[in-house]
């Protein structure tokens, strides 16, 4: 199994620009989320999809819009980027339905976006 | 919302001693509380977590110990060696919906010195 796939890894933007950071996991999870990693503030959740269907803001979501196109895809797209949303985006994915007792994250490999 | 804050910021040992990772929480629903380790250039990999309904869980050389009342939880690390070096992040989950979206503590740098 792949777990979960991000790509592109590497991506430079010129401020405006537009793009989409594709996620997908294999593991048949209900649960994904967007987060990006600024140095000296960890991860910082950006949306999340709590099920297929659903998406919801988390704390940074200015900027940025998100799709759950199916159970196993989750994108995240920057419709006019600007050099604060340089940062390493994550995705991660969980298990979580409700009632469920097995609540940990796989996160992908990561997308290192630079804005200039 | 959930604020969780981590202490230090980075942290230097010597080999073969115990480091200890620090985080509060401002939400009193929270009831997960998972250890995340990344090493440079990876990903966060989950190396343990515990339970609201749990004081103390261990796990070989890494234990963390969970403080209600404070709302305060703790990372031990015993015995560390060159490979523990890392940056170490604590998170929470505020049980707000049915997703598990995990809140993050800013991250500890941890350096074993050989």
């Known amino acids: 199994n792949a777990g979960v796939t991000q790509t592109p890894k590497f991506q430079v933007l010129k401020t405006g620009q537009s793009m989409t950071l594709q996620c997908a996991q294999d593991?048949?999870?209900?649960?994904m989320y967007w987060y990006r990693q600024d140095p000296g503030m960890g991860l910082r959740l950006i949306y999340y999809?709590?099920?297929?269907?659903?998406?919801d803001k988390g704390e940074v979501p200015n900027g940025y819009n998100v799709s759950r196109l199916n159970k196993r895809e989750f994108s995240l797209r920057l419709e006019s980027a600007a050099p604060s949303q340089t940062s390493v985006y994550f995705c991660?994915?969980?298990?979580?339905?409700?009632?469920?007792?097995?609540?940990?994250?796989?996160f992908g490999s990561g997308t290192r976006l630079t804005v200039v | 919302g959930e604020n969780v804050e981590q202490h230090p910021s980075t942290l230097s040992v010597q080999e073969g001693d115990s480091a200890v990772i620090k985080c509060t929480y401002s939400?009193?629903?929270?009831?997960?509380f998972p250890w995340y380790k990344q090493e440079l250039g990876k990903r966060p990999q989950l190396i343990i977590d515990?339970?609201?309904?749990?004081g103390e869980k261990k796990d070989q050389r890494i234990a963390v110990t969970l403080n209600k009342t404070a709302k305060h939880f703790s990372l031990h690390i015993t015995e560390t060696q060159p490979e523990d070096s890392a940056v170490y992040f604590c998170?929470?989950?505020?049980?707000?919906?049915?997703?598990?979206?995990?809140?993050f503590g800013s991250g500890t740098r941890l350096l074993v010195r050989p």
């Open positions: 991660a994915s969980s298990p979580r339905t409700g009632g469920g007792t097995n609540y940990g994250y796989t």
């Open positions: 593991m048949n999870h209900n649960s």
């Open positions: 999809s709590a099920s297929e269907g659903t998406t």
């Open positions: 939400d009193s629903a929270s009831n997960y």
């Open positions: 515990i339970r609201s309904n749990v």
């Open positions: 998170a929470a989950n505020p049980p707000m919906d049915s997703s598990y979206k995990l809140i």
